[in-house]
């Protein structure tokens, strides 16, 4: 029984009857479940401790997960704009050279229908030059075939009496044969070629 005084619970911790004293049935309670009640108490108490400290353990790890995960991204995300920039970079690098190489392409072609355009030229030329030769030639001989034909008629109306009306009308002849001659190679040069 001694024991039991010992642990007797403190008056003052005890709730109060009604006449503001503790009760009997208080005190007998207390004695019951006094060691008991104190006991769940400090134990609630350490594990209220416990999870505080769980909790405030518990923040801290995701404080910093949340600082590392953040610092990947930032990681990340450079990482990512680099080598877009790269990949970028490369692409237009390639444009350019593709650019380049077909502006050189188009020049080529350029010269070479260029050359291609003056040959052409050159032969037309030369073949106008030598049309316009050819065609002067036959002016000229034409030409030289009529003052022979004119020499003809000429020769012969000196040595042959001829009334005026018949001269007129060869003269006439010969004035139409002029004509059709000097429009024939204007007209179709290419004919008389």
């Known amino acids: 029984m001694a024991k039991q005084v010992d642990k007797e619970p403190d008056a003052s911790s005890l709730p109060a009857g009604p006449d503001g004293n503790p009760g009997e049935l208080e005190v007998l309670r207390d004695l019951i479940f006094g060691n008991q009640a104190r006991d769940f108490a400090r134990r609630f108490s350490d594990i209220d401790g416990r999870l505080e400290s769980l909790r405030r353990e518990l923040k801290t790890e995701q404080d910093s997960l949340i600082q590392s995960l953040a610092k990947s991204s930032t990681d990340q995300t450079t990482t990512l704009r680099k080598e ?3 990949r970028v970079d490369k692409e237009v690098q390639l444009l350019s050279e593709r650019i380049e190489q077909l502006t050189t392409d188009v020049n080529e072609q350029l010269e070479g229908m260029r050359q291609a355009l003056e040959a052409k030229l050159d032969r037309i030329q030369t073949e106008s030059r030598d049309r316009i030769r050819l065609l002067e030639e036959q002016a000229r001989q034409r030409d030289d075939d009529l003052r022979a034909e004119l020499l003809t008629v000429s020769a012969w109306l000196e040595d042959k009496k001829t009334s005026r ?13 002029l004509q059709r001659n000097a429009q024939a190679p204007t007209s179709d040069p290419e004919a008389k070629a």
């Open 84 to 86: 877009a920039h790269n």
């Open 165 to 177: 009306h018949d001269l007129g009308s060869m003269l006439e002849e010969l004035g139409q044969r």
